[in-house]
């Protein structure tokens, strides 16, 4: 059973995302920077920073992604659902809300098939490191429960 989460924790949460998410933009504009500078309003600096407007759309982004979070990936709201079906709605929302804010901030042109494929490529690498830092995250617990319950059950 998880702990009552105040609204702290998740402001916390969307705070320790945004951060995720500003570095990996921060390398990501100084590996293509200088090349997309100008052609995509996320690179619009080039290797000289990230502008205002976009640090303002990837915290927006963030909160989004710490609310699909707190629906999908806890039991406050969703009780009988399975966590591969959990997990699935709440990648394929995130997908939903990044799709969306490329085409609304016009983070890059829309009708350009590489950048689509790019987007797709990363989006997909940074779920696989995702899942499996969230399976490392379930697995330390599982084995940190367990040797409680052990410890429990020998000191009856």
């Given at each position: 059973m998880e702990d009552k989460k105040t609204i702290f924790y998740f402001i916390g949460q969307a705070f320790a995302t945004f951060g995720i998410i500003v570095l990996i933009f921060i390398v990501l504009n100084l590996v293509i920077g200088e090349s997309t500078e100008g052609y995509s309003t996320l690179f619009a600096l080039g290797k000289g920073g990230i502008s205002i407007p976009t640090l303002c759309e990837l915290f927006l982004l963030a909160v989004l992604i710490t609310i699909a979070r707190a629906i999908?990936?806890?039991?406050?709201?969703?009780?009988?659902?399975?966590?591969?079906?959990?997990?699935?709605?709440?990648?394929?929302?995130?997908?939903?809300?990044?799709?969306?804010?490329i085409i609304v901030c016009k983070w890059f042109p829309v009708n350009d098939m590489e950048a689509w494929i790019g987007f797709v490529i990363s989006f997909v690498l940074s779920m696989g490191i995702s899942v499996g830092i969230m399976r490392l995250i379930e697995k330390t617990e599982n084995t940190k429960m367990q040797k409680a319950l052990d410890q429990y059950n020998r000191e009856e």
């Open positions: 999908f990936l806890t039991d406050r709201w969703i009780l009988n659902m399975s966590m591969v079906l959990r997990n699935i709605l709440f990648f394929l929302s995130v997908l939903f809300m990044i799709v969306i804010m």
